[in-house]
C-alpha cells in the first residue's frame, strides 16, 4: 500500500511562509491563491493555509493566539544533512539546535519555521 501524507499549516503570513519553505527548506510549490500554498515531493503534500479562514467555532480557532505546531515535530529526512545545514546557516536561520549526532545512529539539526512550527532536518537512517 502506498501512503501520501498531506500536511495543513495554518499561518499568519502566507507570502511568509510560502518563501520560508521554498527557499530555506527548498520544497517545490505547486499552487499558491490568495488564502492557500501546495507544495510537493514525492509523498508528502504540504498545504498552507492562511488562518484568517478559521472562523471562531472551528476546531482550530485557538491557533490564532496560541503557539503553534505545540507538541508536533515536523520530520524532513534529507540525503546530504550537512550541506543542508550549511546551505541553512549561510542564510543566517536561526536554529533551535545545532547540528548533531544523535544516540539513534542519524544526524539532524532543530529550526522552527516563521509561525513557530518545529522542523527536524534529519539524514536517512543507514
Not at 49 to 71: A, C, L, P, W
Request: glycine content about 4%; aromatic content about 10%.
Amino acid at each position: 500500500m502506498t501512503l501520501n501524507i498531506r500536511l495543513e499549516l495554518f499561518v499568519k503570513d502566507l507570502q511568509r511562509s510560502v518563501d520560508f519553505y521554498k527557499n530555506v527548506i527548498q520544497l517545490e510549490l505547486s499552487s499558491q491563491n490568495e488564502n492557500s500554498a501546495m507544495f510537493k515531493a514525492e509523498n508528502l503534500n504540504l498545504l498552507l493555509t492562511q488562518e484568517d479562514v478559521i472562523s471562531n467555532n472551528h476546531y482550530f480557532s485557538e491557533i490564532k493566539t496560541s503557539r503553534k505546531g505545540m507538541g508536533v515535530e515536523i520530520i524532513l529526512v534529507v540525503p546530504d544533512v550537512q550541506s543542508y545545514y550549511q546551505r541553512i546557516c549561510e542564510m543566517q536561520i536561526e536554529l533551535e539546535s545545532e547540528l548533531k549526532q544523535q544516540e539513534w545512529g542519524m544526524t539532524d539539526f532543530r529550526l522552527t519555521d516563521p509561525d513557530g512550527y518545529y522542523l527536524r532536518i534529519t539524514s536517512p537512517k543507514k
